[in-house]
Nanobody, 125 residues
Framework: QVQLVESGGGLVQPGGSLRLSCAFS????????IAWFRQAPGKEREGVSY????????YYTRSVKGRFTISRDHVKNTVYLQMNNLKPEDTAVYYC??????????????????WGQGTQVTVSS
């Protein structure tokens, strides 16, 4: 059974930084993708950043390019999302999720079948 646990959310002022962590377990496939999604009140869930297990390929949605960095620690089975220069529009619940189908890049949201519980990120002065 795949489990993902997010941590690191909180309240930060505009221009500040946060690092989210996603500790995962139970993935038995060699090839998988871990992604960060976010959902703001009244808005659809959107994919923010993706990282592939096979070669470390990454993908970022346009609104976070140059500000967010996704990375992984194989030993700790943890994926990180470093978020810099945060903006009020980054406020959302952030989720990490895993996908093992591997047919598309980045994988569509419907392919992600294991999700964490989410962590709140609030950017406000």
């Amino acid at each position: 059974q795949v489990q993902l646990v997010e941590s690191g959310g909180g309240l930060v002022q505009p221009g500040g930084s946060l690092r989210l962590s996603c500790a995962f377990s139970g993935i038995t496939m060699n090839y998988y993708t871990i992604a960060w999604f976010r959902q703001a009140p009244g808005k659809e869930r959107e994919g923010v950043s993706y990282i592939a297990s096979s070669d470390g390929s990454t993908y970022y949605t346009r609104s976070v390019k140059g500000r967010f960095t996704i990375s992984r620690d194989h030993v700790k089975n943890t994926v990180y999302l470093q978020m810099n220069n945060l903006k009020p529009e980054d406020t959302a619940v952030y989720y990490c999720a895993s996908e093992i189908i591997g047919a598309d890049w980045p994988p569509p949201t419907k392919h992600f079948n294991s999700w964490g519980q989410g962590t709140q990120v609030t950017v406000s002065s």
